[in-house]
């Protein structure tokens, strides 16, 4: 497949536990980027990332999530201690180098904390 | 701060025309998107606006006025398939993020 693809498409986790979520962007894609997509919200920007760099960071609500990207391709999105406000929709997006003007997104990992 | 605000629902009719507004109030600006969502799918790229005018792609166009902080995006010839979530965002300064507005529902019936 050409486009973004992530996994798990869906997460159950309990209260407290930790959970960590992949992005495989399109091959050869510089930037990608993480948001965080409530219900009836639009997209919230979390993370970004240049190659391996994580340039903007400001979005992540808290110290307890944690993104990475170590050899600037795949990325990883952890939530340790997941609360129930964490209930979300994950959507990661690349695009070609910093200032493209199309983000391709991918299908999201919809996480549910009970 | 940052603020896009954008009509929480829209309805019309198959083949009418439809024009969502968007007014954004941001600490930067580094262009205007709009991206459409389908109900539990990834947002698409519809339309990128960073100079004043109207930009016109087949049934959609979409206008800037950056003085207003003012944005729509207009579709033509309504089709059943166009019933979405409609999204308004802005990119900061820096390019690294897209900052987006709640979305517009817009319901196409026939």
């Known amino acids: 497949g050409a486009g973004v693809s992530q996994s798990p498409r869906y997460k159950v986790a309990k209260r407290g536990q930790d959970v960590a979520l992949r992005c495989d962007p399109i091959?050869?894609?510089?930037?990608l980027f993480w948001y965080q997509q409530a219900l009836g919200q639009g997209p919230e920007f979390l993370t970004y990332?240049?190659?391996?760099?994580?340039?903007?960071k400001s979005g992540l609500p808290s110290d307890r999530f944690f993104a990475e990207r170590p050899e600037g391709s795949v990325s990883t999105l952890k939530i340790q201690r997941t609360q129930q406000e964490d209930s979300a929709v994950y959507l990661c997006?690349?695009?070609?180098?910093?200032?493209?003007?199309?983000?391709?997104f991918g299908p999201g990992t919809r996480l549910t904390v009970l | 701060g940052q603020n896009i605000d954008q009509p929480t629902e829209m309805t019309a009719t198959e083949g009418a025309i439809v024009q969502i507004n968007c007014t954004y109030q941001?600490?930067?600006?580094?262009?205007l998107f709009w991206y459409q969502q389908h109900a539990g799918e990834a947002p698409t790229f519809l339309s990128y606006?960073?100079?004043?005018g109207l930009e016109e792609k087949g049934r959609f166009s979409s206008f800037l006025s950056r003085s207003k902080g003012y944005s729509y995006l207009l579709l033509k010839e309504l089709q059943m398939k166009d019933s979405a979530s409609y999204l308004c965002?802005?990119?900061?300064?820096?390019?690294?993020?897209?900052?987006f507005g709640k979305g517009t529902t817009l319901s196409v019936s026939s």
């Open positions: 941001t600490s930067g600006f580094n262009g």
């Open positions: 990332f240049q190659n391996e760099a994580q340039l903007d």
């Open positions: 997006a690349s695009s070609p180098r910093g200032l493209a003007i199309e983000q391709f």
């Open positions: 965002a802005v990119r900061n300064q820096a390019g690294t993020a897209l900052i």
């Open positions: 606006n960073v100079l004043d």
């Open positions: 091959s050869g894609h510089v930037s």
